[in-house]
């Protein structure tokens, strides 16, 4: 049955509108609502149970809003518990993992793939066991880049400070010869310009944003609930900080349909919700 129900998405913070630009972009017809943490990011350096608790709060927060998808627009919250949320929600649950990998794997040309992520993903090891269940052969060989996701979030993703952060931890990257980058988080495309730099013009860089958005579509057809509406959809976007300055970094970031964003916090899960 068509379905006129928003898409739910979300991460800690702005990293994720990368995903909401492909599916905006791949899905036009579409209405979404997009809950950006800001008030806890970055969440990269926190532990397996308290992002586990956050993804909790926010699922629950979006299905209540009535949301007929869930987009785990964050690599972090992914590695500590998309299993979770894909068996409480009772919608179709996207994550971003799968997607960047199989890109990466299709793009190398000798079999040498690097990663990049947050210390949470980077040390649950998610990307090494996903690319080994897909190809035995390929190396791949992982970096965490603790630093760029709060000068992401302060809207710097250019400047000689960061570049010179970016040359140290893909040194390694670099060393192995790898041919392809999967970026192992959200945030990360919007430093494509300065990665490429540090990475050479031969480097494929992959963004799993694209990849992600032909999931969603692929789920939307599947179980019949794409909209079928012909007036253009409302969007939400939402955050738990401030909300002018995540508009503003927004907007830049990914484009016009940000044109106002809704301080909104979200509670603890409450027991015996299901959520607790
Ligand atoms: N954008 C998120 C990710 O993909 C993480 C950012 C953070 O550390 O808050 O992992």
């Known amino acids: 049955m068509p379905d006129d129900r928003p898409i739910g998405m ?3 913070g702005s990293g994720g509108l990368t995903v909401a630009r492909a599916v905006l972009d791949l899905l036009p017809n579409e209405p979404l609502v997009y809950f950006g943490d800001t008030a806890r990011f970055p969440y990269g350096d926190r532990s397996v149970a308290e992002i586990r608790s956050f993804a909790r709060e ?32 009772g919608v179709p649950v996207i994550g971003v993992i799968e997607a960047g990998v199989r890109a990466g794997l299709r793009a190398t040309r ?3 793939v690097g990663v990049i992520g947050t210390v949470a993903t980077i040390e649950s090891g998610a990307y090494l066991r996903a690319v080994a269940r897909e190809d035995g052969e390929v190396r791949l060989v992982s970096a965490a880049c603790p630093a760029f996701v709060p000068h992401v979030e302060r809207g710097d993703t250019t400047s000689p400070e960061l570049l010179a952060k970016a040359r140290g931890y893909l040194q390694p990257l670099v060393a192995e010869e790898v041919d392809t980058l999967i970026l192992g988080c ?64 927004g907007r830049r970031f990914l ?22």
Not at 63 to 86: H, P, Q
Not at 192 to 220: C, F, H, N, R, T
Not at 255 to 272: F, W, Y
Request: with cysteine; aromatic share 6%; proline share 6%.
């Open 255 to 276: 484009g016009p349909e940000i044109d106002q964003v809704r301080p909104q916090s979200v509670q603890p899960a409450r027991e015996g919700s299901g959520w607790s």
């Open 58 to 89: 926010i699922a629950r927060f979006l299905l209540d809003r009535d949301v007929k998808m869930l987009v785990v627009a964050c690599n972090s919250v992914e590695v500590a518990g998309i299993e979770e949320l894909t068996d409480r929600a």
């Open 110 to 112: 000798n079999g040498r």
């Open 10 to 12: 979300f991460d800690s």
């Open 186 to 249: 959200t945030h990360y495309p919007l430093l494509s310009g300065l990665l490429q730099v540090v990475m050479g013009p031969d480097v494929v860089l992959i963004s799993s944003a694209e990849e992600v958005a032909k999931d969603v579509y692929a789920a939307l057809v599947r179980d019949d609930l794409l909209r079928r509406e012909a007036r253009p959809p409302v969007h939400e976007f939402l955050c738990s900080g401030d909300a002018g300055s995540f508009a503003e970094l």
